[in-house]
């Protein structure tokens, strides 16, 4: 069964910042990795997404994140963080063998300080 | 484009009454639903699968006769909570998926609080 790891509760960096959220999976083939945020009381929006071909994917809203096989790893990354970008970031794994279903992470909770 | 609505947003209903919240995919064809719930500060979990015209999938855990879920259309599913109690009230968040690697576009959640 594939499962999906964050790390990091929460996370609180300054407006201006680098951020970068950690997501590990597991699963025994090459999954689909995506990367949702949510701010309170709303839904899931899709930042970004790696299905395969270039490890290094971009997304929405400045963010990017590298898929690394060797490290199971789909870190999720910006340059500088702007205060809007204070959310719940969860990083998810879907497989077709699984039925599309997806599995999530436990969320990461950003807090950006002026 | 990939655009899903839930209806309503918010409901306040008292305990014993059921609650239908419907789930749409507005501008594509949704060969599969989701219905997910959400705590508070917890993460997104999966109640069941819908495919349009057969019976909903369910976790392990989920009650299939208090969550009743219809996939009626390609356009819309809908879950009914039936004999709705304090513990049931949540976040419950919908999505659609064409079928193309395991994309799911999410609803904007409705609030379900049963006094």
């Known amino acids: 069964a594939q499962s999906v790891t964050q790390p990091d509760i929460h996370i609180t960096v300054s407006e201006g910042a680098s951020l970068e959220l950690r997501c590990n999976y597991s699963y025994g083939a090459t999954p689909y990795l995506f990367w949702y945020v949510q701010s309170p009381g709303q839904g899931l929006q899709l930042l970004l997404k790696?299905?395969?071909?270039?490890?290094l994917v971009q997304g929405i809203k400045g963010f990017e994140a590298e898929f690394k096989r060797s490290q199971s790893s789909f870190n999720l990354r910006k340059p500088s963080v702007h205060w809007s970008d204070a959310a719940e970031y969860f990083c998810a794994v879907g497989a077709s063998a699984a039925g599309n279903k997806l599995t999530f992470g436990g969320g990461t909770r950003v807090l950006v300080k002026p | 484009g990939a655009v899903v609505s839930q209806h309503p947003s918010w409901v306040i209903c008292k305990s014993g009454t059921s609650v239908k919240i419907e789930c749409r995919s507005l501008d594509f064809q949704a060969t599969t639903m989701f219905w997910y719930r959400q705590f508070p500060k917890q993460s997104l979990m999966l109640m069941a699968t819908?495919?349009?015209?057969?019976?909903?999938?369910?976790e392990q855990g989920v009650e299939k006769d208090k969550f009743l879920i219809n996939h009626a259309s390609l356009t819309l599913s809908t879950l009914t909570v039936t004999s709705a109690h304090p513990e049931d009230s949540s976040f419950y968040i919908c999505?659609?998926?064409?079928?193309?690697?395991?994309?799911?576009?999410f609803g904007p959640g409705t609030r379900l609080t049963v006094l």
């Open positions: 819908s495919n349009e015209g057969s019976k909903a999938t369910y």
């Open positions: 999505s659609a998926s064409s079928g193309a690697y395991n994309e799911q576009f």
């Open positions: 790696y299905f395969s071909g270039d490890t």
